[in-house]
């Protein structure tokens, strides 16, 4: 929050996003007023030695493709607990990053201030301000499944970060050992196998949390009507809008607000 509201600035209307995933990393200038791409988003693969280093590097690629005035804010997702720019776990990249500065390692290799934050707060925030729960207010708790489970919940456009719910113990297994898009691979499940493990998944997590909305992203997404309507709980529960754009939009929004409220 502003600490001075009275000298709170005016919100930019083009922030950069950079999405960092397990296997690309990705990033394009948003336009804020519509939460969409206003040039072609730019992908170079995650280097197989996904350290600090090699990933600051890639990032500094991806950016210098664009010409981006300094002014512009830059936000960064990671696969990871972010807490005040220090990555604190580390889903799908190397393990080095945690405990990394992931703001000063990036702003070292951009020579400019970014802000990073959660992939899921990410997509999630994007979700309630731009996607599905668009306009909604009340407790919206996003979901995206991929080879990890990532989650968020925004309260009235206010995320609250870090949730980590993919990580709740359900019949003495790590829910996303289970129920991630991931384990549907591993163990070749049908999409009623699946199903099954998201009904008792999001079953759980609705008797815990009472969100007013659950929003299903990630890749999988795509294929909602082979599993969303297998699934019978209290809040309705629907597709995300913004598929894969959803990281690189949040961050954008989320670097948006930081620098607004600095
Ligand atoms: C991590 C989360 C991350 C999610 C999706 C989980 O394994 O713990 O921090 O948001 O995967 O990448």
């Known amino acids: 929050m502003s600490q001075n509201p009275g000298t709170k600035k005016s919100t930019p209307s083009v922030a950069f996003g950079i999405d960092i995933g397990g296997s690309g990393i990705k990033g394009a200038p948003v336009d804020l007023a519509r939460g969409e791409f206003s040039a072609d988003r730019v992908r170079i693969a995650t280097p197989d030695v996904s350290t600090p280093e090699n ?9 210098s493709s664009f010409d981006l005035p300094l002014d512009v804010p830059v936000g960064i997702t990671f696969p990871a607990v972010v807490q005040h720019g220090v990555a604190r776990s580390a889903a799908n990249v190397d393990s080095s ?28 925030f994007a979700e309630a301000r731009y ?14 499944l991929g080879t990890g489970i990532g989650t968020a919940m925004v ?39 699946w199903a099954q493990r998201l009904q008792r998944y999001y079953g759980v997590l609705e008797d815990l949390l009472w969100p007013d909305r659950i929003i299903v992203g990630g ?21 995300a809008q913004l598929r ?17 409220n600095r």
């Open 131 to 144: 996607g599905a729960a668009r306009g909604s207010t009340g407790v919206t708790l996003v979901t995206t």
């Open 155 to 193: 309260v009235d456009g206010v995320l609250v970060p870090n949730l980590e719910l993919g990580h709740i113990e359900i019949d003495g297994r790590d829910a996303e050992s289970m129920a991630s898009d991931g384990a549907r691979d591993r163990e070749d499940l049908s999409w009623e196998e």
């Open 55 to 63: 990933v600051a590097d890639i990032v500094a690629k991806v950016i």
């Open 219 to 239: 890749g999988v997404s795509k294929n909602h009507a082979k599993f969303l309507p297998l699934l019978h709980l209290r809040a309705p529960i629907v597709p």
């Open 244 to 260: 894969n754009a959803a990281g690189i939009v949040g961050a954008a929004a989320l670097a948006a607000r930081a620098e607004q």
């Open 97 to 124: 990053w945690i405990g990394t500065n992931i703001e000063t390692v990036m702003g070292k290799a951009l020579g400019r201030k970014v802000v990073a934050f959660n992939d899921a707060d990410a997509a999630g």
